[in-house]
């Protein structure tokens, strides 16, 4: 069994930083892909960040020169990394992850469980 884990939200005021992090465990063979989304109040979901198999990374339009995404590749751990946040930040993030799992050498996309941030004053 792959499991992720999401950790680091919470409520912020505007300007304010957090950092999430998303932890896969289980029997991993290979992690292939990995990004962040965030779903707000009736709104679909929307990628914010993901780095590919080319090792770059993207960002929407709306996080670019706020928001960093790196990779701890020992611990199985992505983070992102939120500075300046404002209100329209407000969301659940979840991380995603493209994983080979060893039992079944199948490759599918594993989710997080989702964490709330809420950028208010």
């Known amino acids: 069994q792959v499991q992720l884990v999401e950790s680091g939200g919470g409520l912020v005021q505007p300007g304010g930083s957090l950092r999430l992090s998303c932890a896969a465990s289980g029997s991993i063979f290979r992690i292939t892909g990995l990004a962040w989304y965030r779903q707000a109040p009736g709104k679909q979901r929307e990628l914010v960040a993901a780095i590919g198999i080319g090792g770059t990374t993207d960002y929407a339009d709306s996080v670019k020169g706020r928001f960093t995404m790196s990779i701890d590749n020992a611990k199985n751990t992505i983070y992102l990394q939120m500075n300046n946040l404002k209100p329209e930040d407000t969301a659940v993030y979840y991380c995603?992850?493209?994983?080979?799992?060893?039992?079944?050498?199948?490759?599918?996309?594993?989710w997080g469980q989702g964490t709330q941030v809420t950028v208010s004053s």
């Open positions: 995603k992850m493209q994983i080979i799992s060893r039992t079944t050498m199948a490759l599918r996309d594993y």
